[in-house]
């Protein structure tokens, strides 16, 4: 990724971000997105949708938030301070004090997901455990404590919900320091043809279920107001 643009001071977020674009947001110390609904934006204030995540982390005025956009060309990176919150319109508005623009280089779209996973590296029978924070046809990211260095060749199994775990083979691209936590990006380089059939149809029931929910976010949506 690349192309990193420092936000102005007089940006104007409204000719960036449309309203009802799907909008990423988690706290600085958690690695699970959530998604809302982008109700409204002016200058650098930004109205989403109030989502049961924002209330079972107490958010409150004054916290940072961390927010992602993503479209077909760009991915777009906001640190966000809760400026108000509605509760008439059940809404939560951010200001946002940093702006960064990165190249959206995804082969896929990725969705985010809470799964339990094992994986070894390969020749090596020691498994390890993690927790995938997102999927796509193409890789994943998990979390994990075992050690994994930049193009390791791993064997996932991922716990599929109801269905036949999926098992591939995984190249490590990039990895992120969490403390005792490691975050790893990694890239499919073979699987087989019952296993992408699987993946597969976890993508498709992942996408049905966020439309879902956007829908349901869409329309309990009421006239918003800064």
């Known amino acids: 990724m690349q192309g990193d643009v420092a936000m102005k001071k007089e940006i104007r977020l409204e000719k960036i971000i449309p309203e009802y674009s799907t909008i990423e947001i988690k706290q600085k110390d ?22 049961e995540q924002f209330l079972s982390s107490a958010i409150i ?9 993503v479209d077909k060309s760009n991915i777009y990176l906001m640190d966000a ?40 590296k390969a020749g090596k029978l020691k498994e390890c455990y993690g927790v995938v924070l997102n999927i796509s046809l193409s890789g994943l990211c998990i979390i994990t404590n075992c050690e994994l260095n930049q193009d390791d ?22 990895s992120v320091d969490k403390g ?11 699987i087989d043809d019952k296993n992408r059939f699987l993946l ?21 949506k009421q006239d918003q107001f800064f």
């Open 30 to 51: 958690q690695n699970v997105w959530s998604k809302s609904i982008v109700l409204n934006v002016l200058g650098r204030f930004i109205e989403v949708k109030q989502i």
């Open 61 to 69: 005025t004054g916290d940072i938030l961390q927010c992602m956009v």
């Open 81 to 120: 301070t809760v400026y108000n919150i509605k509760l008439i319109t059940g809404s939560i508005v951010l200001e946002v004090n940093d702006f960064k623009t990165v190249v959206n280089e995804r082969k896929h779209k990725r969705y985010n997901v809470l799964l339990s996973a094992t994986f070894h």
């Open 153 to 174: 060749i791993i064997e996932v199994l991922i716990n599929n919900p109801n269905v036949n775990p999926i098992l591939a083979q995984y190249t490590v691209k990039w």
């Open 180 to 190: 005792q936590k490691k975050m790893h990006g990694l890239s499919i380089t073979n």
């Open 200 to 220: 597969s149809d976890l993508i498709n029931k992942l996408e049905m279920s966020e439309q879902n929910e956007i829908k349901r976010l869409m329309e309990s």
